[in-house]
């Protein structure tokens, strides 16, 4: 299984190689050049597995050059009791008997991006040795949210690496931010950016493409990778919890082995949905890909109308980790519905740099209608989504969870489509505290980390204990730079 890139299909990487590499040296996004297909008989052997069993199986048909014996000692790491919540690791709960959602929030920081990024710094720590690196691998992510706890959560400490994490100043929530203050370890750093998530991700890329500067850190023993997920090592493991949630619903006698089942989910970057889409691409039973967005809904507008365009009002929402106007996964799916046409992909990322905006030709647009269905949902839908859950199916979700919820009830509405469907939860409520009890009724008593135990009061339902243990925790990080200063930022951290 090799790697090539989706602006020059030239490129050819073995798996460790683009695992350690993340993104490729020009510009674009390390891709599979073969997806395995998945059988009913290699679906029905997943039923009895554990989610442990289960990732080994999937990550594996990527990951020639990982053993197998390897990968279930990762996953058992990554996923075990503790690091997660739940045997399960990632549950999939029960609200109608066509309606599911699965919970991806029971890992170490109470957000999706756990199931990826409790698994990459297994993956590439092998990588090194594999690859029989001796440089210190520099991990540069920028984050909405919750990618930068997540990721420095997987790194602290593992050995011949440092992590660096850029999030937008103002632009997470207070609970959010103070996971990323206080985070452990002595190879972890974090610095806001004045700016929104778009300035900090494209300023993590111009690092990235940086010639002189990754030849200034070769010299010094370093060399560039990404925990975010233009780094295929997270896009893997995230394709993993689509085909167990799947395995789930078929075990526990809520779906027939063969039936087909929409998922619905909150997405940004487009890195969560575009997981859906491959794990449908290697044969799973999935119908429709359903993407919600808030309101910051350039995806929305694209799936409909096959025009991309960032030129608009960025909005800061109580869903923030879906505020991005440049979702940089969505090369991938071009690049796959292209037939692979790096030359083509590129243009389309070249017009993107250049004026803001680009637009699909008519075949690559008819296959999106034919796989994705899109809408947004407004500040007020949102937390109408979060009361009516709690009131209806005494369900507490989080703002970017609500989302979905939304949307999937706009799409059953529009199409009549009566298929099964699974809406994507990616974080817990307690990140959201303040837009959560506002949305129940309640009136916040403060704000920040303090309104955990509003919550809990509130509702009756536990925090994680992590995020409640946040208040007992000292702040270590306090940087603050424009974007233009982030490649500085990058020196002095590994002075």
């Known amino acids: ?3 090539t890139s989706t602006r020059d299909t030239g490129v050819s ?9 993340g993104l490729s040296r020009d510009g674009g996004l390390l891709t599979p050049v073969e997806f395995p297909k998945l059988s009913q008989n290699d679906l029905n052997a997943m039923l009895p597995m554990s989610y442990q ?20 000692g990762f996953a058992e790491k990554a996923y075990g009791p503790a690091r997660f919540d739940t045997s399960a690791v990632a549950p999939v ?10 919970e991806l929030w029971h890992g170490p920081t109470s957000a999706f991006k756990d199931l990826a990024l409790q698994m990459l710094p297994q993956l590439l720590s092998a990588a090194l040795k594999k690859t029989g690196e001796t440089r210190t691998a520099c991990i540069l992510a920028a984050t909405s949210g919750d990618t930068g706890k997540a990721a420095m959560e997987g790194f602290a400490d593992v050995e011949q690496t440092k992590i660096l994490v850029f999030y937008p100043k103002d632009g997470v929530s207070a609970v959010q931010e103070a996971q990323m203050l206080t985070q452990r370890g002595g190879n972890v750093n974090v610095c806001s950016v004045v700016g929104n998530f778009d300035d900090a991700q494209s300023g993590v890329k111009r690092i990235f493409s940086d010639e ?18 233009i780094n295929w090592g997270r896009i893997l493991p995230q394709v993993v919890y689509y085909i167990s949630a799947y395995c789930d619903l078929v075990r526990d006698e809520k779906l027939k082995l063969g039936d087909k089942v929409n998922f619905c989910v909150p997405t940004g970057n487009f890195g969560d949905i575009l997981a859906g889409y491959y ?3 290697m044969g799973l039973p999935v119908g429709k890909l359903i993407c919600a967005s808030n309101k910051n809904d350039v995806l929305t507008e694209f799936l409909t109308t096959g025009t991309y365009d960032r030129n608009r009002t960025f909005y800061n929402t109580m869903s923030p980790s879906m505020d991005i106007l440049i979702s940089s996964n969505l090369e991938r799916l071009i690049f796959d519905l292209t037939g692979g046409d790096g030359a083509q992909v590129k243009k389309y990322m070249n017009a993107l740099a250049m004026s803001g905006s680009y637009r699909v030709d008519d075949g690559v647009f008819g296959k999106i209608k034919e796989l994705f269905w899109a809408g947004s949902c407004g500040e007020e839908a949102t937390a109408a989504a979060i009361a009516r859950y709690y009131k209806e199916y005494d369900y507490l979700i989080d703002t970017h969870t609500a989302v979905a919820a939304d949307v999937l009830e706009q799409y059953r509405a529009a199409t009549k489509d009566e298929t099964p469907a699974v809406f994507v939860s990616t974080a817990s409520p307690f990140k959201f505290c303040d837009s959560v009890l506002k949305a129940i009724g309640q009136t916040p008593a403060g704000e920040g980390i303090e309104l955990i135990d509003q919550l809990q009061y509130a509702t009756g339902r536990p925090a994680p204990w992590r995020l ?26 590994l002075d």
């Not at 069993?53 to 279930?72: I, N």
């Not at 609200?95 to 599911?100: E, I, K, S, V």
């Not at 007992?472 to 020196?491: A, G, H, S």
């Open 1 to 3: 299984m090799n790697y």
């Open 13 to 21: 990487l073995e798996a460790a190689q683009a695992v350690k590499q």
């Open 53 to 72: 069993q289960r990732a080994t199986f999937v990550m594996g048909l990527y990951l020639p050059d990982y053993s197998a014996k390897e990968l279930l």
């Open 93 to 102: 709960k029960t609200l109608d008997a066509a309606t599911h959602c699965l």
């Open 212 to 229: 002189a500067l990754r030849d200034e850190l070769d010299k010094r023993s370093y060399f560039l990778s990404s925990a975010n997920s």
């Open 279 to 281: 794990a449908r691409k």
């Open 468 to 493: 409640a243990a946040l208040r007992e925790k000292e702040r270590r990080f306090d940087l603050c730079r424009k974007k233009e200063e982030m490649p500085e930022v990058v020196r002095t951290f």
